[in-house]
């Protein structure tokens, strides 16, 4: 059976000025430097995503950890056709998505780490909007945003306020909402739950688990909690520099702690001794921190 | 019955845009209010050069200048409303959502263009209605179908337009929509809103001969001046109308071709 998700040899990369100008090219321009514009610099090639494939089945919760601008989100960003990738291919549901983007469109959504609403609107005008896109019938539209946000507990009585008027955890419940009204085949989760507080992440957490349970969606999350992607995750990619640098069930990139065995000293190199398994977070910061052991790697998929 | 339905949902997404933009001009209620009395007043400022002067031909004068100042309102805000439509998008920070939802782009480019056409009508009638008592403007003998049917015309090639320059916005989110203001500045320059173009330089004579807004102004001046009527008008309204089945097509190949660009720059997104 075809991969909800499949992408192979996904790359994407970016012109970007660099951080630092160069100081010779306002000096060549002597005098009259404070006269003309500053010199435009040189755009560098930054590469995002390198060489990335990964299958994700049907109904998995597939979670991406990375740092800051390790590629978590160009990636995301691919698969929801917002970006076209350089080389390589991404299917959803065997649906390629630079040849058949308004098919894949149909069957995912996302949910991205800043709320994207139009703030002066209400919570069910944006809702309604939604719907409207993504051509719903409206009365069963609001029927079904109605039920998702009370299964997120959110108040009823807030559904006509202004959305900037609310604050950013119940405006993200209105993003996963308006992002579950469509049904989607596949969700794209790019950091949920991001600044909310710990009760409104287990209940949008939770959510997501019962989504899965109940529709079978397939789901690809990316966080820096790794408590979260430890919970919610049946398999998880490290991201770094745009590569995958380990792809495993969290138990398994957790067992890699000791895979190689404690004689070697490789657990002490992430502080754990004997045959204990070091945290999610001790095996991320050693594949991608300052202290990443070679071992780590070596003992990869 | 069937048939009905399925236009229903094929217009859905298209007027999901016009409803969204409806609900923020009604949370915008204040502000609406604030741009409706400036556009009044700026009307009334530039009627009122035609009241100075000799008072035979007042009458011609104010509407002549009137005219000019309310046909470029609509279709100035008509081009705004669509090659803002980007801009705004991206400043309210539904781009990435409103792009990847599963309409076509000729969906969501008519309902951006439907708002356009609604909402400047609406605007446009009301500051008529304040102007017409302010002047007291005589219409006898005027011909406003012939009118309506210039601007009906025109609106095509003004949407053509908005599509192109809505590409601005996407490929440049700093310098974009400056462009789109800069463009709109000089179609105002050259194409005769408050002068007739033979005013104009010579070298600016052949840029208004480009400009669809003077084909605009001078039937629509034909008519409610002189009362010609839509056969006498139709050398200008062919025009128009030629220019709509050109710049419509290709504004929005412009905008496609602009769309694949930011997916593949990675422009396609809230901050630029």
């Known amino acids: 059976m075809a991969a909800a998700v499949e992408c192979v040899g996904v790359s994407k990369a970016f012109r970007e000025a660099p951080e630092e100008r160069e100081p010779s090219a306002d000096r060549r321009r002597g005098a009259l430097s404070w006269l003309v514009a500053p010199a435009i610099p040189k755009r560098v090639k930054v590469e995002a995503v390198h060489d990335v494939s990964f299958d994700v089945g049907r109904g998995e919760i597939f979670g991406i950890l990375g740092r800051n601008g390790s590629g978590k989100s160009t990636l995301v960003r691919l698969i929801a056709t917002l970006l076209t990738p350089d080389s390589g291919t991404i299917k959803v549901f065997g649906k390629d998505v630079v040849a058949d983007q308004i098919k894949v469109r149909k069957m995912i959504n996302r949910v991205s780490v800043e709320a994207a609403f139009f703030k002066r609107l209400s919570a069910s005008e944006n809702l309604e909007y939604a719907a409207g896109l993504y051509d719903l019938e409206p009365r069963e539209a609001r029927a079904r945003a109605r039920d998702i946000l009370s299964r997120l507990d959110f108040p009823a009585r807030k559904m006509n306020s202004s959305l900037e008027n609310l604050s950013r955890g119940m405006q993200q419940k209105v993003a996963v909402a308006r992002a579950l009204l469509t049904s989607p085949m596949a969700l794209l989760l790019d950091e949920p739950t991001t600044g909310l507080d710990p009760v409104s992440k287990r209940e949008v957490q939770d959510f997501v688990l019962e989504v899965r349970a109940t529709h079978d969606t397939t789901v690809i999350l990316t966080t820096h909690d790794m408590q979260e992607a430890e919970r919610l995750c049946d398999r998880i990619a490290v991201i770094d520099g745009g590569r995958f640098v380990a792809l495993d069930t969290p138990h398994g990139l957790r067992a890699r702690g000791i895979a190689r065995g404690a004689g070697e000293g490789a657990g002490e190199g992430l502080g754990v001794t004997g045959e204990e398994l070091p945290s999610l977070e001790q095996v991320f910061f050693a594949l991608t921190g300052t202290q990443t052991d070679d071992w780590l790697r070596e003992g990869g998929e | ?272």
């Open chain 2, 1 to 272: 019955m069937i048939g009905s339905a399925r236009g229903a949902s094929e217009l859905r997404s298209s007027l999901a845009l016009v409803k969204r933009n409806l609900s923020l001009v009604r949370r915008d209620g204040g502000w609406e209010l604030v741009y409706m009395a400036y556009e009044v007043v700026n009307v009334l400022t530039i009627g009122f050069i035609g009241v100075s002067g000799n008072p035979e031909g007042a009458n011609d004068r104010v509407l002549f200048l009137v005219a000019g100042a309310l046909l470029w309102g609509f279709l100035s805000m008509l081009f705004h409303e669509v090659a803002e439509s980007v801009a705004w998008e991206r400043w309210e920070g539904t781009i990435e959502y409103s792009f990847m939802a599963p309409q076509s782009r000729v969906k969501y480019m008519a309902g951006v263009c439907m708002w356009g056409i609604c909402y400047g009508l609406v605007r446009t009638m009301l500051c008529l209605a304040a102007v017409t008592l302010a002047f007291s403007i005589s219409l006898e003998g005027a011909n406003l179908w012939a009118a309506l049917v210039t601007l009906a015309a025109s609106s095509l090639a003004f949407i053509g337009m908005g599509l192109a320059a809505a590409v601005l916005p996407l490929i440049s989110p700093e310098k974009g929509s400056p462009a789109t203001h800069i463009f709109q500045a000089l179609v105002l320059l050259v194409s005769g809103v408050y002068y007739d173009v033979s005013v104009l330089p010579a070298w600016m004579q052949p840029l208004s001969a480009l400009s669809p807004a003077t084909y605009t102004l001078r039937a629509a001046r034909a008519a409610l001046l002189d009362g010609a009527s839509v056969a006498a008008l139709s050398p200008e309204l062919v025009k128009l109308l030629v220019l709509g089945i050109v710049l419509v097509p290709l504004g929005y190949a412009v905008f496609r071709a602009g769309e694949r660009y930011a997916m593949r720059t990675g422009k396609l997104k809230r901050n630029g």
